[in-house]
């Protein structure tokens, strides 16, 4: 599939552009998927559409677009949003200081009657209306582009509002007589406070989504600008974009390094924390792989760019954490449904508050009836909808990423935060993954080295982690091993080859008693190493037993407590592995795992997850990604545990770009905590429309004789999505 098309798009006031322009998108032949986020103000687009295209649809649906591209657009976007930042800010200096002006000198009674003096009202008249096309022009724009398109949004319902208080006064002016005395008064005060309020909020919520997008620019802010490129034997400073693959680059001691390579000179210490969330800086020598946004410490070697530009393991992750953030979880799909519907039903309502009043409203029934109208239509945005779950997202999917954690998107955060079972990997899960030979108890007839011998000639073709150990010890002991013939891997069991005329293998009891090798007494000894959290391994030749080996991989330092952490936040852990059941429980009571599921063949641990999920349970699986991608694939969330850049990002709905289990406790914790901030803002943002417009509408009026103005209205409305967005943004620091 080619890579999505991403979209900055502009004039998008509220949820009701959201499926606006996602329509728009999905209309244009070739788009398979088209995601619109409201939070940041861009589309993501899958398909084989071109960019034009979709451009120029977005344009007819009557909002901006352009394409965002590589890191450098980033800046541009940002560019643009202070420019609307200000633009916004000026609106509502402009229309709040004319919009005060106005209503003060009425307040203070210096105007005089309309009757008395037409033409000065008219000319008050005449500023509102310039100031409602100046300064608000935009709104009646965006209202008249969605009506086209047959929807409506914010702008619709400022238009409305601002428009018809215009339109009331003016006509109040112009025709005093058509009017009962006490309907007389005219409300341009309240338009233009309007649209300098609704520019306020807009502004300040573009200042309060800028932070969002922090996390995003630290990564970016990784990749040092330029880099000391050896050419021709000459040593010159480039712009990274520049750096060509294959080429030499210098890293001096403190730089960082600016693309991914090798290193082919010299040696070092590197500062990958900000890769894999591991503190400690990693050893580095000739042959070894660097990653571009990196920190090397007080070495200075050569490298080698193996790759560079999008291709970079930083650059992965950042287009990684971009796509999730502007991804929509289902919650948020649903909200969508709801604000497309949401314009109709508040114009409905006006006129309904409009036609009550008037008819069986007191006197001036007309002005009463105008005043609830307008006062409806301003407060009842949908922006805090709109904004509550995409808003959230992008600062609990940045803030995760700041942690080691990816989550590929909206959908994979919602189903975290409703796990109740965690499935672990044994091996280089909860365990180091480095295991050592511990143990080596040949038969009788047989030395150390001769049975250690017949097994790394087996194990030179394995690439299971048990045999690095086993060839890692013969190494040790400067014991030469040459590959045996007829290797065959069988998987969940063991390994077997011929080696001089003679059959070897070398595997599990299960394995031995198939192959009817009669293991003695040696059972018995192979049940104590279990016991002792080794791992049993038995060599036999030409169906006899050779030696009893014990492999042990010791529990990773941190799996106890974030073990102890994950029961905290009420999930059963259960350990899941193809290992003996002695040696899994061993290890699985050194670190408090609740269940263990063991001897299982590679091919059944899907299976198991599914009888979790028959059970009613919401499963993750925690795995390193390479033989357990179906059951990450099979598990409701499936988590994958990288060593580093390498995470195997691509079978996954998380991936922990450091090892460890922390990891999966933090991505459960801020997945709740993210869900329940968008919970909050939908709760927020709901309530504020049902208690809000019922009281623009004048029901408390029969009882307590309350009536809200409209102007009260217009800041309750730009309050309401400041509010949301400023609530997204307490996940930046909220513990977990
Ligand atoms: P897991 O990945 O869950 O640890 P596997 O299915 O890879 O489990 O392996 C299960 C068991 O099969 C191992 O614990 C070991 O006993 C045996 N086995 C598999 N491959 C080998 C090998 N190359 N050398 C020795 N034993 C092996
Ligand atoms: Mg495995």
Not at 266 to 274: K, L, R, Y
Not at 553 to 568: F, T, V
Not at 575 to 601: K, P
Not at 665 to 672: F, N
């Amino acid at each position: 599939m080619s890579e999505p098309i991403r979209l900055s798009i502009a004039g998008m006031a509220c949820a009701g552009c959201v499926s606006a322009v996602e329509n728009a998108l999905k209309e244009v032949p070739g788009v398979e998927e088209a995601t619109v986020n409201l939070g940041e103000r861009t589309a993501t687009v899958t398909g084989t559409a071109d960019a034009d295209a979709l451009i120029a649809a977005v344009k007819k649906a009557g909002y901006d677009a352009a394409e965002l591209r590589g890191l450098e657009d980033e800046q541009e976007k940002e560019n643009l949003e202070l420019q609307e930042y200000r633009k916004l800010w000026w609106r509502a200096l402009v229309a709040g200081g004319i919009g005060a002006a106005m209503f003060i000198g009425g307040a203070l009674g210096l105007f005089p009657e309309i009757e008395e003096s037409p033409g000065f009202w008219m000319f008050l008249s005449l500023v509102t209306l310039g100031v409602l096309t100046l300064v608000g022009g935009h709104f009646f724009r965006g209202a008249l582009a969605s009506l086209r398109a047959g929807r409506g949004n914010m702008d619709t319902l400022v238009a409305l509002g601002t428009g018809s208080a215009w339109l009331y006064s003016t006509v109040v002016v112009l025709f005093p007589d058509s009017l009962p005395s006490l309907a007389r008064h005219a409300y341009f005060d309240a338009a233009v406070i309007i649209v300098g309020l609704v520019s306020l909020g807009s502004a300040l919520e573009t200042k309060a989504r800028g932070k969002t997008s922090e996390a995003i620019k630290h990564l970016i802010g990784l990749q040092p600008a330029t880099a000391r490129v050896i050419r021709n034997g000459e040593e010159i400073d480039l712009p990274v974009e520049e750096i060509g693959l294959e080429e030499t680059i210098r890293i001096r001691p403190g730089e960082r390094i600016p693309v991914d390579g090798e290193i082919f000179e010299g040696e070092s210490h590197v500062d990958e924390s900000m890769l894999t969330g591991e503190p400690m800086p990693v050893s580095k020598k000739v042959g070894d792989a660097v990653y571009s946004g990196t920190l090397n410490t007080s070495g200075s070697f050569l490298m080698k760019a193996t790759k560079i530009g999008k291709d970079t393991a930083l650059a992965h992750i950042i287009e990684l954490v971009r796509q999730a953030q502007s991804s929509k979880p289902q919650i948020g799909r649903l909200v969508d449904k709801v604000a497309a519907i949401f314009v109709p039903v508040v114009v409905t309502i006006a006129v309904i508050s409009f036609i009550v009043w008037y008819l069986w409203g007191p006197e001036p029934s007309l002005a009463y009836a105008m005043v609830s109208a307008m006062t409806v239509l301003v407060i009842a945005c949908p922006c805090a909808l709109g904004l509550a779950t995409p808003i959230s997202i992008m600062v609990g999917v940045g803030r995760a990423a700041e942690m080691g954690v990816l989550i590929r998107n909206g959908e994979a955060l919602q189903s975290a935060s409703q796990l109740g079972t965690i499935v672990v990997d044994k091996t280089g899960t909860v365990t180091e993954g480095r295991p050592r030979l511990t143990t080596l108890l040949p038969q009788p007839g047989f030395d150390e080295s001769e049975a250690l011998q017949r097994a790394a000639a087996l194990e030179t073709g394995s690439e299971h982690p048990l045999a690095a150990s086993i060839l890692e010890a013969a190494r040790e002991r400067g014991i030469e091993a040459t590959a045996v013939e007829g290797f065959r891997a069988v998987s969940g069991f063991g390994v077997e080859g011929e080696r001089d005329g003679h059959r070897l293998i070398l595997g599990n009891a299960r394995f031995m008693k198939q192959q009817a090798v009669d293991l003695g007494d040696s059972e018995a000894r192979a049940e104590q190493l279990a016991a002792s959290g080794e791992t049993p391994i038995y060599l036999a030749e030409d169906g006899r037993l050779v030696a009893l080996l014990g492999i042990s991989d010791p529990p990773r330092e941190d799996s106890k407590q974030a073990i102890e952490r994950l029961h905290r936040l009420g999930l059963t852990v259960i350990m899941l592995t193809g290992d003996n059941a002695r040696t899994a429980r061993a290890i699985a009571d050194r670190v408090g795992i609740d269940e263990v599921i063991a001897e299982v063949l590679p091919e059944d641990k899907t299976g198991k997850i599914t009888e979790l999920q028959a059970r009613g349970r919401k499963v993750a699986m925690v795995g390193d990604g390479i033989n357990d991608a179906p059951a990450l694939a099979q598990a409701n969330v499936g988590i994958a545990v990288g060593s580093g850049a390498d995470v195997a990002i691509e079978s996954a709905d998380i991936a922990l770009m450091r090892n460890s289990l922390n990891g999966v406790a933090d991505a459960i914790a801020l997945s709740r905590a993210t869900l329940r901030n968008i919970k909050q803002n939908l709760f927020g943002a709901f309530i504020y429309n049902v208690l809000g417009i019922p009281v623009a509408a004048g029901v408390l009026y029969p009882f307590y004789g309350i009536l809200l103005s409209p102007i009260i209205a217009a800041a309750a409305m730009s309050m309401s999505s400041v509010t949301v967005v400023t609530n997204a943004l307490r996940l930046r620091k909220q513990r977990l």
